[in-house]
């Protein structure tokens, strides 16, 4: 905690993925939030930012703006909360629930977005996600469904890719599960070998009444975030996913192979056992001629498979080129500073579901994504 912002060597701007739980608020709580909104200013500005982007001053007159404005101001009043931008979904009870962006530099001056009221629109069904994004299939574990809500998140997840990115994550299923207490994460990409998918957990709309993913002018929900912080695991493990994928088809062949010169060593022997010499001649030269073959090929499933341990003990091309456009900054998100690869989900997350945070936050970094880093890092020899 640290009120004075040049002894605050840990503020910083970034995006906060945390929930602020909040309740609805009437018009009885004006009085206390426009209080509690100039002490917490201390004189700092206030701007409301409109939808061409213009920015109006706006702290002159607190007390006459909007109950969602206030509330927006007293939740992001905490000193923890300098240099973030928080989308938070804020219920009045005159006025319904509204998407509001926050941002508060590290200076303390904030400023404000409101978006109109809204409801989610219908999602689509399952089929109409595999014929949209060529999605694998969606399973169900353990009583969690794919509900309106999960699936539209799912839809918007898929949406804001590229077409590339999309391609790359094709066919993947996605699986929704109630989750592990032990374990509490929104989702998890999974990878075994070849195999992946990512499963999607009840933990991932903990915030879904009180935070939205986006900008207030097209709100998608916030587990959405989720699932694109978890595809953007997907990417980064291309590489070593496309290792293994080849490695299991190379080692599959040789089983093969391995099978049938046991065959034609049977014969032969089978063949020599009879007296039949023309026979035991012509396998034997035809064993010759396999065994330098399988020689060779078992030399390639070893390299193979020394390429894919490579890749799984190292951080790969794609986090490398990201660690570099990081340059040494801090994660975008809290959660992104777990390590190199949490951090580069978190960046990527926000560069498709709020490009602009990301730019706030990392510009170099989302100056990175859209020049398609990330997709050359991968194809780098
Ligand atoms: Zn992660």
């Given at each position: 905690m640290?009120?004075?912002?040049?002894?605050?060597?840990?503020?910083?701007?970034?995006?906060?993925?945390?929930?602020?739980?909040?309740?609805?608020?009437?018009?009885?709580?004006?009085?206390?939030?426009?209080?509690?909104a100039?002490?917490?200013?201390?004189?700092?500005?206030?701007?409301?930012?409109?939808?061409?982007?213009s920015?109006?001053r706006?702290?002159g007159?607190?007390?006459?703006?909007?109950?969602?404005?206030?509330h927006?101001?007293?939740?992001?009043?905490?000193?923890e909360?300098?240099?973030?931008?928080?989308?938070?979904?804020?219920?009045?009870r005159s006025?319904g629930?509204r998407?509001?962006?926050?941002?508060?530099?590290?200076?303390g001056?904030i400023?404000?977005?409101?978006?109109?009221?809204?409801q989610?629109?219908?999602?689509?069904?399952?089929?109409?996600?595999?014929?949209?994004?060529?999605?694998?299939a969606?399973?169900?574990?353990a009583?969690?469904?794919?509900?309106?809500?999960?699936?539209?998140?799912?839809d918007?997840a898929?949406?804001?890719?590229?077409?590339?990115?999309?391609?790359?994550?094709?066919?993947?299923?996605?699986?929704r599960?109630r989750?592990?207490p032990?374990?509490?994460?929104?989702?998890?990409?999974?990878?075994?070998?070849?195999?992946?998918k990512v499963?999607?957990?009840d933990?991932?709309?903990?915030?879904?009444?009180?935070?939205f993913?986006g900008?207030?002018?097209?709100?998608?929900?916030?587990?959405?975030?989720?699932?694109?912080?978890?595809?953007?695991?997907?990417?980064?493990?291309?590489?070593?996913?496309r290792?293994?994928c080849r490695?299991?088809?190379?080692?599959s062949?040789?089983?093969?192979?391995?099978?049938a010169?046991n065959d034609?060593?049977?014969?032969?022997?089978r063949a020599?056992?009879?007296?039949?010499?023309?026979a035991?001649?012509?396998?034997?030269?035809?064993?010759a001629e396999?065994?330098?073959?399988?020689?060779?090929?078992?030399r390639?499933?070893?390299?193979?498979?020394?390429e894919?341990?490579?890749?799984?003990?190292?951080?790969?091309p794609?986090?490398?080129?990201?660690?570099?456009?990081?340059?040494?900054?801090?994660?975008p998100?809290?959660y992104?500073?777990?390590?190199?690869?949490?951090?580069f989900?978190?960046?990527?997350?926000?560069?498709?579901?709020?490009?602009?945070?990301l730019?706030?936050?990392l510009?170099?970094?989302a100056a990175w994504?859209?020049?398609g880093?990330?997709?050359?890092?991968?194809e780098?020899?």
């Amino acid at each position: 905690m640290c009120a004075v912002v040049p002894a605050c060597g840990g503020a910083r701007a970034y995006y906060e993925m945390t929930a602020l739980n909040h309740q609805p608020v009437g018009e009885e709580m004006r009085t206390t939030l426009v209080g509690h909104a100039r002490d917490c200013l201390a004189g700092a500005a206030v701007y409301e930012v409109r939808a061409d982007r213009s920015r109006v001053r706006v702290d002159g007159e607190l007390d006459r703006q909007p109950l969602h404005v206030l509330h927006a101001i007293h939740l992001m009043c905490d000193d923890e909360r300098r240099g973030a931008e928080a989308d938070l979904l804020v219920t009045t009870r005159s006025g319904g629930t509204r998407p509001v962006s926050v941002w508060r530099e590290i200076d303390g001056v904030i400023a404000v977005e409101v978006g109109s009221a809204f409801q989610w629109p219908a999602a689509p069904a399952p089929s109409q996600l595999r014929l949209r994004y060529g999605t694998g299939a969606l399973f169900e574990e353990a009583g969690a469904r794919w509900d309106g809500i999960s699936l539209l998140a799912l839809d918007r997840a898929l949406a804001v890719l590229s077409p590339a990115e999309r391609a790359l994550v094709a066919n993947q299923p996605f699986v929704r599960a109630r989750g592990d207490p032990a374990a509490p994460l929104a989702a998890r990409h999974l990878s075994v070998g070849c195999d992946q998918k990512v499963r999607f957990f009840d933990r991932a709309f903990l915030g879904h009444r009180v935070q939205f993913a986006g900008t207030p002018h097209a709100p998608m929900p916030s587990a959405t975030l989720a699932l694109v912080h978890e595809l953007g695991h997907a990417l980064h493990k291309v590489p070593l996913i496309r290792a293994s994928c080849r490695n299991a088809a190379i080692v599959s062949d040789y089983n093969r192979d391995v099978g049938a010169f046991n065959d034609l060593v049977g014969r032969h022997n089978r063949a020599a056992n009879r007296g039949d010499r023309a026979a035991a001649n012509t396998l034997s030269a035809a064993i010759a001629e396999r065994q330098t073959r399988l020689e060779a090929a078992g030399r390639a499933v070893e390299a193979s498979t020394k390429e894919v341990e490579r890749l799984a003990d190292s951080p790969g091309p794609v986090l490398e080129a990201y660690d570099d456009a990081l340059a040494g900054e801090r994660a975008p998100t809290t959660y992104g500073e777990t390590n190199l690869a949490e951090s580069f989900a978190e960046s990527f997350c926000l560069f498709r579901a709020d490009p602009a945070a990301l730019r706030r936050v990392l510009p170099q970094v989302a100056a990175w994504f859209e020049a398609g880093g990330h997709l050359r890092a991968m194809e780098a020899k």
